[in-house]
């Protein structure tokens, strides 16, 4: 090979790429020609013995044999371990937690929002047209049955009392003087029966003419007749004095009317009125007065619990305002008839009231309780699977697998639910299912109160 030396600097600095290019092209040219010359046989070329090579087979197979091992085996075996701990798991059978279903208490308790009313409630109405002339309550001022509350001046109704009263004392004059009019009617009448007797019996002797015990026969029959009208004139006073009298008294109540008295015992809830003034005859509201020592709340049952209600039944109220307490009070009626447009009972709900601490108008939670013959069946409410096709529970049999149960759902108590109608008392049932719960699958069977629960 010929060596060559390098081109000067000042020559590579003005040697473009092209000719350098081209330059290094010949060079590997002539390089290969030398090669391929026989004259000119290659230098320093290694020519290892049978040994040699027998010794490099061996050590690449001892090295291959040890990476194999190495790492080769334990990677097999980790597969293995993973692949037989999965196959174990798919294997084991799902662990389930599972309760007895048993029944509810016999106390049953249903809660529902009411509204609390007086027992009693009047609004108190003017009866007399007038003004205003004392007011002797206030809003919350209890009063007792016959209280006066106001005083109404009627100066007119004052005159039509006075006029009736004078009208009365005039029919009574003009009866005085009918019965008069009638003793002299009477005496009247015995002197004309008295000469009509005598003339009858002289015209029998022949005494008198026939025609003058006519006359006397005459006068005494229109002195009876006259007689029996003064009589009914009497009567006709007598009924005079009667309508006036009712007259008077009518007047006399209707002036009454303006001393207002409470009708019974209560608190006025509402003055609308003050001294000075102007009510009429039943249109003006005076006041509002309610009972209060006994109220009385209505609530809406709905129709599964409709046919539990009865009067008597216990019932407790209780109000956020008063916490911890509770009211202790019963059924009085219901409306024996569903509203038909929300499907509920209207039930009546009396609560003693002698401490005034609830107050009409009051919102309250009221708790019906009663005892049941039957008491529904219970079961956690996590354990209720919903599908399409219902609610249904995921029942563990005898031999240890599943079967779902469709159930009938009563009332839920939150945590709870009763069941009508699927389960019997005593079943085996899953209490938090999830995606395990399938037809037929088979369980190991974990207690609820294994769990810590």
Known sequence: MRYTEPDPPQTRLTETTEERLRRENRELKQQLEELRSPAHPPRNLWHPSAITIWAIFLGATVVVVVAFFAGYIPLQKRRAVVFGEAQEEQQALPRVEVVKVGRSTRQSGLQLPGNIQPITEAPILARADGYVERRMVDIGDRVRAGQPLAQIDAPELTDQVTQAKATVRQAQAALEQATANVQQGRTDMELARVMAQRSRQLVAKGVVSRQDDDQSQAQYNA???????????????????AAAQSNVARLEKMESYCLVQAPFDGVITLRNVDVGALVNSGSTLLFRIAQTSTLRTYINVPQTYASSIRPGQPAVLTVSNVPGRQFMGQVARSASALDPSSRTLLVEVHVPNADSVLLPGMYAQVELR???ADPPLLVPSDAMIVRADGAQVAVVRADQTVH???????????????????????????????DVAREGIKVEVLPAAASGK
């Open 223 to 241: 002195k009876v007749a006259a007689l029996q009208s003064l009589e009914k004139a009497i009567d006709f006073q007598r009924a005079n004095i």
């Open 370 to 372: 009663s005892v049941r």
């Open 404 to 434: 779902l149960q469709k159930i009938e759902v009563g009332r839920d108590y939150g945590d709870r639910l009763e069941v009508l109608n699927g389960l019997s008392e005593g079943d085996t049932i899953i209490s938090n299912p999830g």
